[in-house]
């Protein structure tokens, strides 16, 4: 059974960063995908990036591409997501979620997910 527990959330102005973590425990980073998503209200919840360790293959939603970084230590078993040049589009819940083997972009494939952590960009 994994857990998952995110922290890093906040309120930021356009073109600020922030940094998200998310701790697993129950499993390791080198044999379960994890990813994040975020969910918007009155939105459904989208992908935003995966990171699959073991096949070292990372995958960016285009809306975040080259703006937000999915990083991980496998020593403390946390994967991070970097947030820069943020927007109030950005403004969302942002969730952790991990499944064994492959990471991939659908939300119905991840058996786990942490509580959420909002994250809400001002302009």
């Known amino acids: 059974q994994v857990q998952l527990v995110e922290s890093g959330g906040g309120l930021v102005q356009a073109g600020g960063s922030l940094r998200l973590s998310c701790a697993a425990s129950g499993g390791t980073l080198g044999t379960i995908g994890m990813a994040w998503f975020r969910q918007a209200p009155g939105k459904e919840r989208e992908f935003v990036a995966s990171?699959?360790?073991?096949?070292?293959?990372?995958v960016y939603a285009d809306s975040v591409k080259g703006r937000f970084t999915i990083s991980g230590d496998i020593a403390k078993n946390t994967v991070y997501l970097q947030m820069n040049s943020l927007t109030p589009e950005d403004t969302a819940v942002y969730y952790c979620a991990a499944r064994p083997g492959i990471a991939t972009r659908q939300v119905h494939n991840y058996d786990y997910w942490g509580q959420g952590t909002q994250v809400t960009v001002s302009s």
């Open positions: 990171r699959s360790r073991s096949y070292a293959t990372v």
